[in-house]
């Protein structure tokens, strides 16, 4: 690991002015590419305190061995040769979006004497236009086959078409008027090459005016009385609008825009793409990248324009191109689009109408990506086989831990103090086995005490399923059991409850205090045979009992990413419950307490006097009259309000004034308010 002192450029010696950097490693390969407006600023914020940099970033810097720049004239300058050493270099701290599979277009090779139309994949070639992308080879074939009727372009390969040539007879197509067959002279070179432009020009949106052609040749040829000519365009017109109607009008502008959304964690980001040409979605397709370096989405938008539109020219660049978040600076990549289309190009956020909404699709497509990438990584049996072995590795351990145990401790400033486990099985979530814990053992804030009580009750529970079922004898401490447990260990089948089962890894959401004090829990109670670690969220550092250095797993290592999900999950379950008992405390009421009083009458009570406050204050004749309150009901609610310590009154926000009416009870129709977030329904509180 490089002290980035050691090769800190003299000060001065940097210029200035707008240009592009390279971090070489030890072995001169390339690590990381950047551009600037100033070298000088930026190059300055990499070489700053390393307590002071991001994760990641002190990881690159750490990594690399020395820097160099090259001064270029203008931003745009920078964008440009930013992406061709991105390209030339692949370094492994730069974004790099990965397509997930090869996207296919619809072709047409207009650089042929006769063009053909076809599926194709990989690098665009010269001369040669391109439809799409599609997301599946079938959605081009099931739109060409309806539009070979109307446009007989030819299909066949090179040796097929050659072939008929030779022989004199056209192939099936030619024969069932789904090819003009020029192979044997049908047509001439030039009213093929027609054909192709126009199948071309209704690809590319102009579909109306051809329409209306067809829909004026039919009308003539049936005023002609040419009936079946008049049934043919009829069934032209048909197969048309069908090829049509695969891609509804989604922009009523007829707009030709490409809309790019942004889906991220802390680990990875989705980019989704909607290809809009003629106000119809003409394609999609979609990435995902590992982010290896601090970045924003409006980074992420920029990295997502140069990987889209650095091969592209002409009109593959839209007018338009609407993003989440615009790239800062945003006249370079403006001004970068610009030169690649060769005319004006918008790069803006929409706001409202069509255009918001359609993004906001783009955006669930882009969740749905990234949800997707991480469950198809995640159940990859090679995968996960690979992360487990790589934790027992650099763990130390004997095998894999194919049972992962995770805990973490929520609390809001130290109220509703509350404690999560969580359970991975073979690499997998077993929700069915995730507990919930409340902190009982004191008040207040300490997560370190949280971590030593819930790891001594949850692996208590496992001591006693392992004395009644003769694996352990008790050896005299009385002070191994809770005093609630008894037979609460059996389910309603009498079958053993899943803290009978120990994990081969504990993972505590921390660092070292927290690593501590679960292993002091564990060694307590005389458990030797399962491992604890830690993981520190700030620097994703995994730290091990009595160690004063962390192991640091490298960035794509997939046992960190296995440790990551497993410690997101436990602070996912652990804050969710810590919401719901928030939410459960800001609804209780006194009348909570009166035995025998349900949610519907406690309703009718408060609707028929407004508040709390008065329904305190009223006497049992005037409680007797709320249907279904009798009189002895009365007197109990009476006797609990009145044992009741009045709630603090409520404080208007804004103008600092005390209002009157008891905070939560009453709505501004008169119904009761209830406040919080909904129940969390996996998991078993203990």
Not at 24 to 36: M, N, T
Not at 243 to 268: G, Y
Request: charged content about 30%.
């Amino acid at each position: 690991m490089a002290d980035p002192s050691s090769y800190r450029p003299r000060p001065g010696a940097i210029p200035d002015s707008p240009g592009v950097y390279r971090f070489r490693d030890e072995h001169r390969r390339v690590i990381y590419v950047g551009k600037a407006k100033s070298l000088r600023q930026r190059l300055a914020n990499y070489f700053q305190d390393l307590t002071n940099l991001h994760p990641r970033t002190r990881t690159m810097v750490t990594t690399a061995a020395s820097v160099e720049w090259t001064v270029v004239s203008t931003e745009v300058e920078a964008l440009q040769l930013e992406y061709s050493w991105i390209k030339e270099f692949d370094p492994r701290f730069n974004v790099k979006y990965r397509d997930d599979k090869s996207y296919p277009y619809l072709a047409v090779t207009m650089n042929e004497e006769f063009p053909r139309v076809q599926v194709m994949r990989g690098h665009k070639r010269k001369g040669v236009r391109y439809f799409g992308p599609y997301g599946h080879a079938w959605a081009i074939r099931d739109t060409v086959d309806l539009l070979l009727r109307v446009f007989p372009v030819r299909t066949c390969s090179a040796g097929v078409f050659k072939n008929a040539a030779r022989t004199g007879r056209p192939c099936l197509l030619g024969y069932i008027g789904k090819c003009s067959a020029p192979c044997v002279g049908r047509v001439s070179a030039e009213e093929h090459y027609e054909l192709a432009e126009e199948f071309c020009d209704f690809m590319a949106g102009r579909t109306g005016t051809y329409l209306r052609r067809l829909e004026k040749q039919m009308a003539q040829a049936a005023e002609d009385m040419e009936y079946e000519r008049a049934a043919r365009l009829r069934d032209d017109i048909g197969a048309l609008k069908k090829a049509m109607e695969k891609s509804a009008v989604v922009l009523a502008d007829a707009t030709d825009a490409d809309l790019i959304a942004v889906a991220d964690d802390e680990l990875e980001a989705a980019v989704q793409i909607f290809h809009v040409r003629g106000g119809r979605v003409r394609g999609q397709r979609g990435w995902v990248t590992d982010k290896v370096e601090e970045i924003t989405t409006g980074a992420l938008v920029e990295h997502a324009l140069q990987q889209l539109y650095g091969e592209e020219k002409g009109d593959s660049v839209p007018k338009e191109v609407l993003v989440p978040a615009l790239p800062d600076p945003v006249e370079p990549v403006q001004q970068w689009l610009a030169e690649r289309r060769g005319s004006g190009v918008s790069l803006r956020i929409p706001q409202r109408g069509d255009k918001k909404a359609l993004m906001e699709t783009v955006e669930r497509n882009a969740q749905q990506s990234l949800v997707l990438h991480k469950t198809k990584r995640a159940s990859d049996l090679t995968t996960r086989s690979r992360a487990l072995e790589e934790i027992a590795d650099a763990l130390d351990l004997d095998s894999a831990p194919l049972r992962i145990e995770c805990y973490d401790i929520s609390h809001l400033q130290g109220d509703d103090v509350v404690a999560s486990m969580v359970v991975f099985e073979d690499g997998l979530q077993r929700k069915s086995e995730y507990r919930r814990f409340q902190i009982k053992g004191f008040e207040g804030q300490d997560d370190v005490r949280s971590m030593h009580e819930v790891i001594t009750r949850r692996f208590r529970r496992y001591l006693v399923e392992k004395e009644k079922t003769g694996e352990w004898v008790d050896d005299g401490q009385e002070n191994h059991l809770d005093g609630d447990l008894g037979n609460g260990l059996k389910d309603e089948e009498g079958r053993p409850k899943k803290f009978a089962y120990p994990p081969q890894l504990v993972v505590v959401d921390g660092g070292q205090p927290q690593v501590a004090a679960a292993k002091r829990a564990l060694d307590e109670l005389g458990i030797d045979d399962v491992a604890v670690c830690g993981l520190a969220k700030r620097l994703e550092e995994v730290w091990l009992p009595d160690d004063d250095d962390p192991v640091v797993l490298p960035r794509t290592s997939e046992g960190l990413y296995l440790l990551q999900r497993v410690r997101d999950e436990a602070h996912r379950f652990a804050i969710t419950y810590q919401r719901t008992k928030r939410a459960k405390r800001f609804r209780s009421s006194p009348l909570d307490d009166v035995p025998g009083l349900g949610d519907t009458r406690k309703q009718a009570l408060l609707k028929h006097f407004g508040s709390l406050k008065k329904l305190r204050s009223a006497t049992i004749d005037q409680i007797c009259e709320v249907p279904g309150i009798g009189r002895k009901t009365a007197e109990t609610i009476a006797a609990a309000l009145a044992q009741a310590a009045p709630a603090a009154p409520a404080v208007n926000t804004a103008t600092g004034e005390i209002m009157e009416e008891e905070p939560g009870t009453m709505g501004s129709s008169g119904e009761p308010v209830t406040m919080g977030a909904p129940d969390e329904r996996r998991g078993q509180e203990t």
